[in-house]
């Protein structure tokens, strides 16, 4: 199985801030990550597929990008509604996993 | 409006069976890859399985937690997703989400239920 190990595990951040959230793959997954926010009591929400193709309606704030095995999700500026649970999922091949989640809460 | 609509959670004794089933509305059911996903109160997401389209011939894929002991089915007449969890554990407890696997996002979960939740305790 692959591992996807997420960092930071928490980040306590302030509007307008950059904030940065990385993913690690145990193998190369060739950009099959996804990576979704979650609000709390809600469902998650698609950001970014495809490691670094902006869903539609998705704010252009987010980026994705990726660099051999570690991949990241960028917020340029952080914006009252940012701060959730933020979730990378690699769908290279099965089981599909999930990294352990970077929760963003507001400094 | 594209929607996801979970039902069949509750409470259930270990070794206990529940069927969850999930209506699907705005979209042609028939094209997609369908996932379960759940999530333990205050705890990460886990992928449970998929189960693929006709044109994939409802081939299946399940997480080793739940192999043998879950199954996924479809009824692409009634635009519903189905999930049969017989040998319930204690440890599968959770909120269970209905996912549907974007056509156009190489699969990423692009569109998901409110989720139901499955108590499993004696």
């Known amino acids: 199985d692959i591992q996807l190990t997420q960092s930071p595990s928490f980040l306590s951040a302030s509007v307008g801030d950059r904030v940065t959230v990385t993913c690690r793959a145990s193998q190369g997954i060739s950009s099959s990550l996804a990576w979704y926010q979650q609000k709390p009591g809600k469902a998650p929400k698609l950001l970014i597929y495809?490691?670094?193709t902006l869903q539609t309606g998705v704010p252009s704030r987010f980026s994705g990008s990726e660099s051999g095995t570690e991949l990241t999700l960028t917020i340029s500026s952080l914006q009252p509604e940012d701060f959730a649970t933020y979730y990378c999922q690699q769908l290279y091949s099965y089981p599909l996993t999930f990294g352990g989640g970077t929760k963003v809460e507001i400094k | 409006e594209v929607q996801l609509v979970e039902s069949g959670g509750g409470l259930v004794q270990p070794g206990g069976s529940l069927r969850l089933s999930c209506a699907a509305s705005g979209f042609t059911f028939s094209d997609y890859y369908m996932d379960w996903v759940r999530q333990v109160p205050g705890k990460g997401l886990e992928w449970v399985g998929r189960i693929r389209n006709q044109a994939y011939i409802y081939t299946k894929e399940y997480d080793a937690s739940v192999k043998g002991r879950f199954t996924i089915s479809r009824d692409d007449s009634e635009n519903s997703l189905y999930l049969q969890m017989n040998s319930l554990r204690t440890e599968d407890t959770a909120v269970y989400y209905c996912?549907?696997?974007?056509?156009?996002?190489?699969?990423?979960?692009?569109?998901w239920g409110q989720g139901t939740t499955v108590t499993v305790s004696s």
């Open positions: 495809d490691a670094s």
């Open positions: 996912v549907r696997a974007g056509l156009t996002t190489k699969y990423a979960l692009d569109v």
